[in-house]
């Protein structure tokens, strides 16, 4: 079945790829329009009208300045205009490639163009199904981190890991977020030992934009993705408020202070530095089960990042980010003699990256890009009786190179690319140490139809220095049905190595004994790697109703593993691990409407559904902890004086459980969890686009798991487990918070 899968998808590339080139081509006038500025450089003039004197055959350039068109047997004269510039005229004699140069016309009086953005904003022309969520989205919810960033987006799910270390988990097409790739600003970020943990590194007061899409991504950034990319980009010198100050608080007792600041050192240099600091002095039990809610401790993390321009084509940025964090948790008394179970960890990480790249002056379609980072990231932590220390070492280089093939409906990107691991771990007695050194090199090649279609199709090849080659085929298709209709697919092969311990922190807080059954052979856990096939069908339509926009959206995704990571909780007295013997799938569907209610009011409504199925020992069965139903609808109202409500309603169906019937029956738990309703709510008032304070409450109708921790009375008893998590463990809860910032 798996070699069946993979000739079946190969054979659609490959009909896609040289099919493509013939379907299409046909007698078409090719050229780019371009502009001379005042130091003598030619700049494209992107969305230039270009048409057939005297018909309504026409189309725009693009981006690059680049256009095509048919060419008309009716006449040979063809116009280019643009506003602000002098309209030209000229006649066509051969079916040359064409360089047409628009001068200045007289200066224009300004027009004010009003557009009301969107939190979360669609792009009909990008081939890939891609949701950018701006500050405005982000501002919604109190956001102090990236795992936290996704309450109002339907597409992820969010949940607690445990019921005492406070980790939040995000999940994408009903798999666990170790199978998103989650990048910044186009380079790794929360992988390796950060795997869980890394997107409570990224603050929410940094974060700029985040562009989520479902499904395989693109082979430039590597071949880790299987459900879909998330990229985060960070504030930026160029763009970033002067300074910018967000502080936070909540029942809970977590304070978080954010202060960014912006200089601009000279016309082509420019820095900006991002502070932040959380802490948790309160040791809070709100379920009264004698164990803290939430680990009590601090964390502190720093970004400068530096941008350099050039007026020869080059620029480039630089950074580097330092945190430490040191958190504390367990019981808050032992009603035995027996000593307190207690629990921690202290991470101090550092990473250090840059970028550059060169657009050729004269060619602006061509460009050459360098992206470098290296990371250092130690963690010592104990949960009882169980120490498990942690080391890595990562450096990682990608080369791109941008072109076209004669004009712009044809374009490409090819690089080379290298990543390095350096893993020393080690769980009470057991080391586990790996070096991975995996180089790779793709192509990426688009094939655009006017406006009306586009195909992207990416291979690219890895060599792991254990695992042997890595064979990593994307494809991605976009068809314009009709204008605003949109219909996209996508299929692609990803593949990652485990990080066993890491990815399954939460399990150390179990009486659980560990069994990894992996082959003595292989460097680390002795695992094959992960592989997946992921296939994707979209559908976006957008409408006006009453003279309202909306839009409406139905996904369509399927995973299949030919090789999975199996974490195997089906006894309660153990968790093993072993490679996949038999079925893994994830099939996810979702329905999606965005519509302006009223003027100012905006409606978000989502309903998915999943099917997520796994072999445990010689049985399929339900994925635990993943509902199958899931609803979802949000409200937001905007006033014209600075007042936004937010209002967020979601219903999660039920998950199973792993069976706990082995156990004696005090210590037996349900197999299936209840469907639980979760409301949040905010309230913000701004002053002036300078002063904001806002107010909320998370879980209004404060549903909680309970008794969430098996066995607490007993915790280095044989049946003590805090991972039995299926809901809420704190409640309600409340918090405020404040935004200053400077306009310029």
């Known amino acids: 079945m798996k070699n069946s899968i993979s000739t079946k998808v190969l054979a659609v590339l ?49 981006t690059l300045g680049q256009f095509e068109l048919p060419l008309s047997e009716k006449t040979n004269v063809l116009i280019i205009s643009y506003v602000g510039y002098k309209s030209d005229t000229m006649e066509i004699a051969e079916k040359d490639k064409l360089t047409i140069v628009l001068k200045q016309s007289s200066e224009l009086e300004g027009v004010d163009v009003v557009y009301r953005q969107r939190g979360t904003e669609i792009s009909y022309m990008n081939t890939l199904k891609v949701e950018a969520m701006g500050e405005k989205e982000l501002f919604k919810a109190a956001c102090c ?82 459900t879909g990319q998330i990229n985060v980009e960070l504030k930026k010198p160029e763009n970033s408020e002067r300074w910018f100050i967000n502080g936070y608080g909540n029942q809970g007792g977590r304070t978080e202070l954010n202060v960014n600041a912006t200089q601009r050192v000279s016309e082509k240099v420019s820095t900006v530095v991002l502070l932040h600091g959380s802490l948790r002095p309160l040791e809070i039990d709100g379920n009264n089960d004698g164990f803290i809610d939430f680990p009590s401790g601090y964390h502190l993390n720093a970004i400068n990042r530096w941008r350099f321009e050039q007026r020869n084509g080059w620029e480039g ?68 009786s169980r120490q498990y220390d942690s080391e890595q070492r990562s450096g990682y280089f990608n080369s791109i190179y941008q072109s076209i093939i004669g004009t712009s409906t044809h374009k490409y990107r090819a690089g080379l690319s290298v990543q390095y691991d350096l893993y020393n771990e080690r769980l009470d007695s057991l080391q586990f140490d790996r070096e991975e050194i995996v180089p790779g090199a793709f192509l990426e090649y688009t094939f655009s139809y006017f ?50 311990i890491s990815e399954n922190a939460s399990l150390l807080a179990t009486s659980r004994t560990w069994d990894i059954q992996g082959n003595p052979a292989i460097q680390g856990f002795g695992l094959e790697p992960e592989v997946a096939w992921n296939f994707g069908l979209n559908l976006t339509q957008d409408f006006r109703l009453d003279y309202r926009p909306g839009a409406i959206a139905v996904d369509l995704y399927h995973t299949v593993f030919e090789n999975q990571t199996i974490v195997d909780m089906e006894d309660p007295r153990q968790v093993v691990f072993y490679n996949l013997n038999g079925e893994s799938f994830a099939t996810s569907i979702q329905a999606q409407v965005d519509y302006e209610l009223y003027r100012r009011v905006e409606m978000r409504m989502a309903y998915r559904w999943q099917d997520v199925r796994t072999t445990y020992g010689k049985s399929l069965k339900d994925k635990p902890y993943v509902s ?33 019937d082995a156990n004696p029956t005090v210590y037996q738990r349900a197999i299936r969890s209840p469907d639980i309703f979760l409301m949040n709510a905010q309230i913000t008032k701004s002053w002036k686009e300078r002063f904001d304070v806002y107010v909320g409450m998370e879980n209004i109708t404060n549903v909680k798991q309970n008794n969430p921790i098996l ?34």
């Not at 030619?42 to 026409?58: D, L, R």
């Not at 199978?179 to 007061?205: D, H, K």
């Not at 009306?452 to 068809?479: E, M």
């Open 14 to 62: 490959g009909l896609f790829f040289f099919g493509g080139l013939s379907t299409f081509a046909q007698s078409n006038l090719t050229g780019v329009v371009i502009e001379e500025t005042v130091d003598g450089f030619f700049e494209p003039i992107p969305f230039a009208n270009v048409y057939w004197f005297g018909t309504q055959s026409g189309t725009s350039t693009d």
């Open 145 to 226: 981190n990236l795992s936290e960033s996704f309450e109002t987006n339907p597409s992820i799910d969010v949940a607690f890991t445990d019921a005492v270390t406070g980790t939040k988990q995000i999940q994408m097409l009903g798999l666990d977020g170790k199978y998103s790739q989650i990048t910044r600003e186009q380079m790794p970020a929360v992988r390796g030992l950060s795997s869980v943990q890394g997107m409570t590194y990224i603050p929410g007061s940094w974060i700029q934009s985040i562009q989520l899409n479902k499904g395989a991504g693109s082979v430039v950034n590597g071949f880790e993705s299987v």
């Open 317 to 384: 940025q630089a950074g580097v980010n330092v945190l430490t964090e040191d958190r504390q948790g367990g019981q808050l008394s032992s009603e035995t003699a027996a000593p307190k179970y207690q629990l921690g960890w202290n991470t101090n990480r550092a990473e250090l990256w840059g970028k550059t790249g060169y657009i050729f002056p004269k060619a602006k379609y061509r460009s050459v890009g360098f992206q470098g980072s290296a990371i250092y990231h130690d963690q010592t932590s104990f949960y009882g």
């Open 451 to 500: 406006d009306k279609f586009a195909v992207v199709v990416g291979i690219r090849g890895d060599y792991h220095n254990y695992y042997g080659f890595f064979f990593t085929p994307r494809l991605h298709a976009r068809y314009e049905i009709r204008e605003g209709s949109v219909l996209r697919l996508s299929a692609g092969r990803g593949q990652r190595t485990s990080n066993v």
């Open 628 to 660: 199958k139903h899931r609803a979802f609808i949000n409200l937001g109202y905007e006033t014209l004086n600075g007042w936004n409500f937010d209002y967020t309603v979601l219903w999660q169906g039920q998950k199973r459980i792993p069976s706990t």
């Open 711 to 744: 066995a607490s009375e007993q915790p280095f008893g044989p049946y003590f487990d805090t991972s039995l998590m299926w809901g809420p463990i704190f409640g309600r809860m409340t918090y405020v918070g404040f935004r200053l910032k400077s306009k310029a």
